[in-house]
Nanobody, 123 residues
Framework: HVQLVESGGGLVSPGGSLRLSCAIS????????MAWFRQAPGNEREGVAS???????SYADSVMGRFTISKDNARNTLYLQMNSLKPEDTAMYYC??????????????????WGQGTQVTVS
């Protein structure tokens, strides 16, 4: 049974920081590709950051240099450190797990398991 549970969202002022966490309840080798997505009202879900099993990362242009994705295998937790937050970062943030081996991805179709989301509001 695959379960992903996000936490760490909230209200923050522009320029502030938040760290999102995603608790993983499965053997991470079975889902080697993980990512964070976000969706604002009226918008499509967009990929924010992704990490492969070898630690390779990729980021959307809009967050490059501000956000950092990481994974702690000992704690079975995925993180998203978000700095220099902007009002346009306001969205529901989701973590996702997929079966791609050796790749990162920011495309939702490549992920089969999703968390329920955590709201981030920058205002």
């Amino acid at each position: 049974h695959v379960q992903l549970v996000e936490s760490g969202g909230g209200l923050v002022s522009p320029g502030g920081s938040l760290r999102l966490s995603c608790a993983i309840s499965f053997v991470t080798d079975s889902r080697p590709c993980m990512a964070w997505f976000r969706q604002a009202p009226g918008n499509e879900r967009e990929g924010v950051a992704s990490i492969a099993s070898d630690g390779t990362t990729s980021y959307a242009d809009s967050v490059m240099g501000r956000f950092t994705i990481s994974k702690d295998n000992a704690r079975n937790t995925l993180y998203l450190q978000m700095n220099s937050l902007k009002p346009e970062d306001t969205a529901m943030y989701y973590c996702a797990a997929g079966s791609l081996v050796g790749y990162t991805s920011l495309t939702p179709v490549n992920f089969r398991d999703w968390g329920q989301g955590t709201q981030v509001t920058v205002s």
